[in-house]
């Protein structure tokens, strides 16, 4: 039988990892909303150059800095460029979609 104490511990400790998690997905969540992480709002560039900046100045949704993986174009969508990156911080997957549009 386990002693009364190591209850009352479990649970606060489910409970602390269970409110981070929840942070994590919240800023998650925020992140992927913004320009650039979804086909949707893909950002519009004249050329691939353009995308390495803005992977440099991306950071993980942890703060971390990314590096460029991958890149290839959406098979259903060939205008978009999906850009595969990856946190050096916590290894978290980061995809960066962008729309390049030659400007004439
Ligand atoms: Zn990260």
Redesign the pocket.
Known sequence: MLPWIVVPLVLAVLYVWGQKRRKKHQRKQHFLGKEGHAPETARVVSSLKETQPYVDTTR?????K?VKRSQAALVDQPAITVIGCE?L????KIRLYFRVEYMH
């Open positions: 993980c949704f942890c703060g971390g990314i946190c911080h916590c290894d978290e």
